[in-house]
């Protein structure tokens, strides 16, 4: 469109690429930055063509880092014998600002998923249940999403995990803090039931 | 948090500052943009940084440009002689996406807003004023929002423009096409009444 100049259009377009933008949003994402100071711009553009400078998966448990070895397994007051096994980065992020939880993590990189063609192979299952045979794991805690796929997962990996004898729980499903019981689905309520606890 | 790599904290940071976007939808867009190559995020890190390269003030309607006019203004199949009143360059491209309109554009960069210490001087009126005094325009369209910023720059700009003996015109006031009767507040209906037509 003739209208607007070229690189306008063009950062618009680049905008309406992300998930959950469409037109409108990016025309009015793109328009509040010619606002800012070229400084802003170069520095927001620089963060995002640099996002993926040096990062690489860690060594011991797939999360995302710059070393080696990611900030949480680098870190001695976190106790390697509690693995948290989370479908992917986000989830990680997520547990750690609950700031509760003082184990470790695998990130599998995803869930099992047939109708997308993603099978145990793609995920770093193979990763984890090597982990846990080196010994000195006491606890895997699987804080998948309760999908159907996040279930399936489970499951494959309690086959896996259960012969090496060690304990395995999951995460507990229950009606959210703040959530009202009245607009709650019938299978939340159900497990929030019985995974009572006593006060 | 030491639990994501700099770069990715540091592009999450970025996109929370664009209006709209909290914490975990800025998460969300970082991390799907981690799944793309990097010559996708140096593209749109470029869009980013370059955005405001050459843009500059049309000359003639304060639309924004890389060169001396406009899009429009440059467009000689474009009547000269109409000129339509918006508050900023979204409401041009809006009308433009409409395909039906045929003249040019007077972009205001803003209504009169006291309460955000908006006056006049602060908006191309000057320059909208001049334009007319030169002669040649026949009808002014003012399509700004039916705010109550809207309208009160509305009947400023009225002030200077009937003078000039120049047919001003508005923008229709209704019910949205696809919109719902039932659902419009009473001072739409009340204009949508006023500005019936026949068939």
């Known amino acids: 469109m003739k209208a607007i100049p070229e690189n306008i259009a063009k950062a618009i377009e680049e905008?309406?690429?992300l998930p959950g933008i469409g037109q409108k949003t990016a025309e009015r994402l793109v328009?509040?930055?010619l606002r800012k100071p070229e400084a802003d711009l170069g520095q927001f553009g620089k963060a995002v063509s640099s996002l993926k400078?040096?990062?690489r998966y860690c060594d011991v448990c797939k999360n995302l880092t710059t070393e080696k070895?990611?900030?949480v397994c680098a870190d001695s007051s976190r106790d390697p014998s509690v693995i948290c096994v989370v479908e992917d980065p986000l989830d990680l992020i997520a547990l750690e600002k609950a700031n509760e939880y003082q184990g470790v993590y695998h990130v599998l990189h995803g869930v099992i998923s047939p109708?997308?063609?993603v099978g145990p192979d793609e995920l770093a299952i193979a990763e984890l249940i090597d982990r846990l045979e080196k010994g000195g794991v006491k606890e895997v805690i699987i804080a998948l999403n309760p999908s159907m796929e996040g279930e399936a997962t489970a499951a494959y990996l309690m086959k896996?995990?259960?012969p090496l004898n060690i304990k395995v729980?999951?995460?507990a499903r229950g009606i959210p803090v703040g959530g009202d019981l009245e607009y709650a689905d019938s299978q939340t309520?159900?497990?929030a039931l019985l995974g009572r606890m006593e006060y």
Do not use: A, S
């Open 15 to 17: 905008f309406q690429k």
């Open 31 to 33: 328009f509040h930055l």
């Open 53 to 55: 400078e040096g990062i």
């Open 69 to 71: 070895v990611c900030g």
């Open 115 to 117: 109708m997308e063609g």
């Open 160 to 162: 896996y995990i259960k």
């Open 169 to 171: 729980t999951r995460i």
């Open 189 to 191: 309520l159900k497990r």
